[in-house]
DNA sequence: TTTTAAATTAGATTTATTATTATTAAAAAA
DNA sequence: TTTTTTAATAATAATAAATCTAATTTAAAA
């Protein structure tokens, strides 16, 4: 058995991250597969000059409005999501399986949480239970609290 | 039988506002009776401009800055909260049961849901399931979708 | 009434984000 | 391959929500 760790951790290539792109019908552009590679790999939801830092390391001339560019881009294509905090500063996230969020506002950490059980329980909820002049698209749960590392 | 939207709509005098105020160790000012009086009134979770709007009309020389000032005061005392929103906008809410909330991103509308039912089943869920290394404080959900007027 | 700690104000400042526009580059067409 | 077109990028300015600062005012305790 592989553990999930490491089937998560699978760093795409350059080319897999173009094809990627392709695929949604994007240009390929360096810029582009870096700031990709970026979202990828800071996988704990990272704001926009999280990846700015990250990408002008390989590409030294790159501009901030490329990075907040690319991430739109890749937000209307459905690849990421934008997450608003209570910061007022927005993170972005891969959209890999629909999850819902962990947010610990000491620290400003945000961590993926998903259990089908629940989903399962959510689904079911809202089937039967209609909401009155509402459409649901999407249902999100926000758990506000405490990581407590050393603590299961 | 009283309707629920005619509890609800009552309008507190500044008197019990400024009692409210009191109880929860706050001096009582004129702004702040008017800014909490204003969060009350518009009850569909104003931005902290559209309070600044509402009360300035009331207290001509009100300063932006004691809008935030209070806002920011009410939040630390548990009598409202802060909604960050997908512009960056933040809005404010009133703290009267907990609840959930629908959100419209076409038209920035927020509307509570409450359903102690889906309460249960949240804290059924999260009883029996424990998330390993966080301690769960709120668990809100957000339903993003659409309003449909003349819609049941 | 006097005192004092806290609140308010005006304005400057910060900072995330967006807008503008000239330049550059990707990829389609020839 | 070369040309052409279209879109992306970079540099920079602009915006706007929110915060900070410091002088002034005020609520309410003494
Ligand atoms: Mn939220
Ligand atoms: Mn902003
Ligand atoms: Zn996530
Ligand atoms: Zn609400």
Do not use: W
């Not at 990421?80 to 996230?93: L, N």
């Not at 509402?134 to 758990?143: D, G, Q, T």
């Amino acid at each position: 058995m592989v553990l999930k760790q490491q089937m998560e951790n699978h760093i795409p290539t350059n080319q897999e991250i173009a094809i990627k792109l392709s695929r949604y019908g994007l240009k390929i552009t360096p810029q582009r597969v870096a700031v990709l590679g970026a979202l990828i790999k800071l996988c704990h939801h990272p704001s926009a000059e999280d990846i700015f830092r990250e990408v002008v390391q390989v590409i030294p001339g790159l501009s901030q409005a490329t990075v907040y560019n690319t991430l739109d881009v890749l937000v209307q294509r459905g690849i990421a999501s934008k997450i608003a905090t209570s910061t007022g500063v927005m993170r972005y996230d891969l959209i890999e399986q629909p999850h819902h969020h962990l947010f610990d506002e000491t620290n400003s950490r945000i961590e993926d949480y998903y259990d089908p059980e629940l989903d399962q329980i959510l689904k079911m909820y809202f089937s039967k239970k209609k909401i009155k002049g509402f459409v649901p698209l999407e249902i999100k749960l926000h758990v506000i609290g405490a990581f407590r590392d050393n603590v299961v």
